[in-house]
C-alpha cells in the first residue's frame, strides 16, 4: 500500500487560508500551537499539523462548527479571527477526495467516512506515517455534500521549519468576528 500511495501523491501550488485569534496578536506563521486542540479531525493531540480552508466560506464554516450549539446566550462574549490568505508550494500531497486514493486507503464512502473523528484520525496517521505525503487535501465536514469545498491538512513534522520555502506569499484580508451584542 506504500508504495500504490506514494505513486499517487502531486505536487501542489495554490492558496489556502488561515485565521488566527484577533486578540492575542499572534504571527500567522507561528505554528508552536497548531496541533494541539484536542477535538482536531485529522491529527491525535501533539502531532503537528497546521488546518487550512480552501476558500473563504468553508474557514468561516469550520470556525462556527467550534461554537457550541447554546453559543449565543447571555455568556457570550465577542469573537474575533484575523484571516489570512496564503500561498503554498508542496511538492507531495494525498488528495483524499481522489476516489483511486480513498480505494488504496479502504475509504469506500467519502466524506461519510470521515465524518468519524477516530476514522479520520486513523487514515491521517496512517498517511503520516507510511507514505512521504507532507499534506493531505480533505473534505470539508461543513460542506460534505460538495467535495470542491476542501482543507489542506499540513504534517508540519515532514516540513522545513524555514516556512519561506513553501510558504510563498501572505496576506491579511481582514477581521472575520462574531459580537453576540
Known amino acids: 500500500m506504500r508504495e500504490a500511495l506514494n505513486g499517487v501523491l502531486t505536487s501542489w501550488i495554490g ?19 497548531a496541533g494541539l486542540y484536542g477535538k482536531n ?3 491525535r493531540p501533539g502531532q503537528s499539523t ?17 461554537f457550541p ?31 483511486r486514493v480513498a ?10 467516512f470521515y465524518q468519524d473523528v477516530e476514522q479520520a484520525r486513523l487514515v491521517a496517521t496512517r498517511v503520516r506515517t507510511t507514505t512521504s505525503a507532507q499534506a493531505m487535501l480533505v473534505p470539508s465536514i ?3 455534500d460538495d467535495l470542491t469545498r476542501w482543507n489542506l491538512v499540513v504534517f508540519l513534522d515532514k516540513m522545513p521549519t524555514d516556512t519561506s520555502s ?3 506569499r501572505v496576506e491579511r484580508l481582514g477581521p472575520l468576528a462574531w459580537n453576540p451584542d
Open 103 to 112: 480505494a488504496l486507503l479502504n475509504v469506500f464512502a467519502v466524506p461519510e
Open 69 to 99: 450549539a447554546s453559543y449565543p446566550d447571555a455568556a457570550a462574549t465577542p469573537n474575533t479571527r484575523l484571516m489570512f490568505r496564503l500561498r503554498l508550494r508542496l511538492d507531495r500531497v494525498l488528495d483524499l477526495r481522489n476516489e
Open 166 to 168: 513553501w510558504i510563498t
Open 15 to 33: 492558496s489556502a487560508f488561515r485565521h488566527i485569534n484577533a486578540s492575542r496578536g499572534d504571527d500567522i506563521l507561528d505554528f508552536r500551537f
Open 142 to 144: 461543513a460542506f460534505p
Open 41 to 43: 479531525r485529522w491529527n
Open 50 to 66: 497546521l488546518y487550512l480552508a480552501g476558500d473563504v466560506g468553508v474557514a468561516i464554516a469550520e470556525w462556527g462548527r467550534q
